[in-house]
């Protein structure tokens, strides 16, 4: 008997301007176990062929930098971009063979050519995120502007967080692999719904205490945190829903205000992680916060 052959989707996952948190983190995979996501089917019949991963394969010096090499005529790829890209090369080389320096815009800039789908993975791919945070000395940028200025035309999907869950990353490529990647929807900062589509304040465990206007005066008292700097009420993530190691625990959960860290003003415009953002609007039958407040 015939059995039908297993569809393989090549993927290349490159880091640019990181701390290697997202890559990191989307490792911690549980459900399924990142050892099954690169030896077996994420789907029924496709498999992910991890062609190139600075985390996960044994090449390194010339050997790593000849497999970036043969990625690039990978049809039909999913790249993967951690990291922000820099506008100037020396911030950011990716490897060197012989007399040749490679840079991260440059290995943007050949292997988006072939790919079918790219996804900026974490904030600083997203949307600069703290590479991109002021003064930045490195002219770093999101995927998405990179793109624009070297006008590249690809299918882009941002899947936000510092660091993001693992489930983002890979329930957003099984989502695309099921639907098709012009069928997923997304926000207007181009995030899957599925898992950005609503605010951490319309889920957070913590919304009653918000509604009656007894927030937390320091950390461990009982009450909504958002005098305390909880940026959850400007925040799109499933975090309250979906939590974290496991569902072991989330952010608040943990007695720790939310820092939006999903956000494309994050870091320079949510503000310290401990400031209280302004003029959100309490439940009627609650005390309005204003700036006379602070």
């Known amino acids: 008997m015939n059995q039908k052959e297993n569809k393989v989707i090549p993927v290349i996952s490159i880091q640019g301007q990181n701390c290697t948190g997202c890559v990191t983190s989307t490792l911690c995979s549980e459900y399924p176990a990142i050892k099954n996501i ?8 496709v498999k992910l062929d991890f062609l190139f991963h600075q985390n996960l394969m044994t090449a390194s010096g010339n050997l790593a930098v000849e497999m970036l090499e043969q990625a690039q005529q990978a049809e039909g790829s999913v790249l993967i971009i951690d990291g922000a890209i820099p506008g100037e090369g020396i911030y950011c080389s990716t490897g060197q063979k012989g007399q040749k320096t490679y840079t991260i815009a440059e290995e943007v800039v050949s292997l988006s050519k072939k790919a079918s789908l790219v996804i900026a993975l974490g904030t600083c791919a997203a949307f600069g995120g703290i590479s991109a945070g002021s003064p930045n000395p490195t002219g770093a940028q999101s995927v998405e502007d990179f793109f624009m200025t070297n006008s590249i035309d690809k299918p882009l999907i941002n899947i936000s967080g510092c660091p993001p869950h ?8 099984e989502e695309v692999l ?16 599925t898992f950005y589509g609503k605010l951490i304040h319309e889920q957070c465990p913590n919304r009653s205490y918000f509604d009656e206007g007894k927030f ?3 950390l461990g008292d009982e009450g ?12 799109y993530a499933d975090c309250p829903i979906r939590q974290w190691n496991g569902k072991t625990n989330w952010v608040i959960g943990s007695g720790a205000p939310c820092s939006g860290c999903t956000q494309p003003e994050y870091p320079d415009f949510v503000g310290d992680f401990y400031d209280r953002i302004i003029d959100v609007q309490v439940a009627a039958n609650a005390k309005k916060i204003t700036t006379e407040n602070i």
């Open 224 to 235: 909504c945190l958002y005098e305390l700097g909880c940026k959850g009420p400007i925040t």
């Open 178 to 193: 099921l639907k098709g990647a012009d069928n997923i929807q997304l926000d207007d900062f181009r995030r899957p719904k």
């Open 166 to 173: 693992p489930d983002w990353l890979f329930g957003t490529i």
């Open 216 to 218: 937390a005066k320091k």
């Open 38 to 45: 690169v030896l077996s089917d994420i789907l029924p019949g």
